[in-house]
């Protein structure tokens, strides 16, 4: 009876990862003021590294060479992923940022097609972009969209490095493991920033409540999902983060878009869903 009262529906599961998600990210972007976004990032990194080293137990000695050289570059860029997104939604509205970072796993989807449908797709997420850029809103900060774009970058090459992993290594050991040389690769900047010196209990347990909705919690809906869901259906309901980025940001932190801004989220999230349906299975 216990295990049916928490058999979450798999649709559920991944709409409560994603709200999990943006949940944290909220919960981030309100503690920069006291500690920074680096400060903020390594909290998180950091205490999600525990977690998950304590939960999964990752043999090292065991990890063969071939595994090195593909689980130290997962880690890597998942660290700086998570860092360079911090310092984007510092400077402009979480669900501008989430929607300019999807673009990085839209193009993971379609690059090296050759079909119409997909290049629409890509003029639509296009759109989308220059939607968002500084010459159609002068508040949105350049910078700031940078950050956005380039974690969007990283993101795709964290896709890609996580496809190539998960070949040759068990999940729990190969994201635990990563989010141990992610943490090792953002503490220094937490500690550079000096924000970590400015740690209170307070401000710790929103640091751990951050890695729990941000990580653990996720990370575990979304491995129910993933062993009950089509891939496809999967990916849809993904499409539909930047969309939850904007809902939560205006909940949590009262971040307003304006009309342009709107209609970028709509663009991303039209173009995420209709590749993912158009696409080769």
């Given at each position: 009876m216990k295990n049916k009262q928490f058999n979450i529906p798999p649709v559920y599961a991944v709409l409560l990862s994603i709200i999990s998600v943006q949940c944290g990210a909220a919960i981030a972007k309100s503690l920069f003021p006291a500690i920074g976004a680096a400060g903020t990032a390594s909290i998180r990194i950091g205490i999600s590294a525990i977690i998950l080293l304590l939960?999964?137990?990752?043999?090292?000695?065991?990890?063969?060479?071939?595994?090195?050289?593909i689980v130290i570059p997962y880690g890597l860029v998942l660290g700086a992923m998570n860092l360079i997104f911090y310092l984007a939604i510092e400077r402009i509205p979480i669900g501008l940022a989430v929607t300019l970072e999807f673009i990085g796993p839209l193009l993971v989807a379609i690059i090296g097609s050759k079909r119409l449908v997909d290049y629409c797709w890509v003029f639509l997420a296009a759109t989308g972009i220059v939607l968002i850029a500084?010459?159609?809103?002068?508040?949105?900060?350049?910078?700031?969209?940078?950050?956005?774009?380039?974690?969007?970058?990283?993101?795709?090459?964290?896709?890609?490095?996580?496809g190539k992993i998960s070949q040759i290594m068990n999940d729990g050991q190969a994201v635990s493991t990563g989010m141990l040389f992610a943490a090792i690769l953002i503490l220094p900047f937490g500690f550079y920033e000096n924000g970590l010196a400015n740690l209170t209990p307070k401000l710790f347990g929103m640091g751990a409540a951050l890695a729990l909705l941000s990580s653990a919690i996720p990370f575990t809906l979304e491995m129910k999902a993933l062993g009950e869901l089509p891939p496809r259906t999967f990916s849809i309901l993904m499409?539909?983060?930047?969309?939850?980025?904007?809902?939560?940001?205006?909940?949590?932190?009262?971040?307003?878009?304006?009309f342009y801004?709107?209609?970028a989220v709509g663009c991303v999230v039209i173009a995420s869903v209709g590749s993912?349906?158009?696409?080769?299975?």
């Amino acid at each position: 009876m216990k295990n049916k009262q928490f058999n979450i529906p798999p649709v559920y599961a991944v709409l409560l990862s994603i709200i999990s998600v943006q949940c944290g990210a909220a919960i981030a972007k309100s503690l920069f003021p006291a500690i920074g976004a680096a400060g903020t990032a390594s909290i998180r990194i950091g205490i999600s590294a525990i977690i998950l080293l304590l939960a999964y137990r990752p043999n090292l000695r065991a990890i063969t060479p071939n595994q090195w050289k593909i689980v130290i570059p997962y880690g890597l860029v998942l660290g700086a992923m998570n860092l360079i997104f911090y310092l984007a939604i510092e400077r402009i509205p979480i669900g501008l940022a989430v929607t300019l970072e999807f673009i990085g796993p839209l193009l993971v989807a379609i690059i090296g097609s050759k079909r119409l449908v997909d290049y629409c797709w890509v003029f639509l997420a296009a759109t989308g972009i220059v939607l968002i850029a500084p010459w159609t809103n002068d508040r949105v900060d350049t910078l700031g969209v940078f950050f956005a774009l380039l974690a969007g970058a990283l993101w795709a090459a964290y896709i890609v490095l996580g496809g190539k992993i998960s070949q040759i290594m068990n999940d729990g050991q190969a994201v635990s493991t990563g989010m141990l040389f992610a943490a090792i690769l953002i503490l220094p900047f937490g500690f550079y920033e000096n924000g970590l010196a400015n740690l209170t209990p307070k401000l710790f347990g929103m640091g751990a409540a951050l890695a729990l909705l941000s990580s653990a919690i996720p990370f575990t809906l979304e491995m129910k999902a993933l062993g009950e869901l089509p891939p496809r259906t999967f990916s849809i309901l993904m499409s539909l983060e930047p969309a939850a980025a904007s809902i939560c940001a205006f909940i949590f932190l009262q971040e307003y878009l304006n009309f342009y801004e709107i209609l970028a989220v709509g663009c991303v999230v039209i173009a995420s869903v209709g590749s993912t349906l158009t696409a080769k299975r």
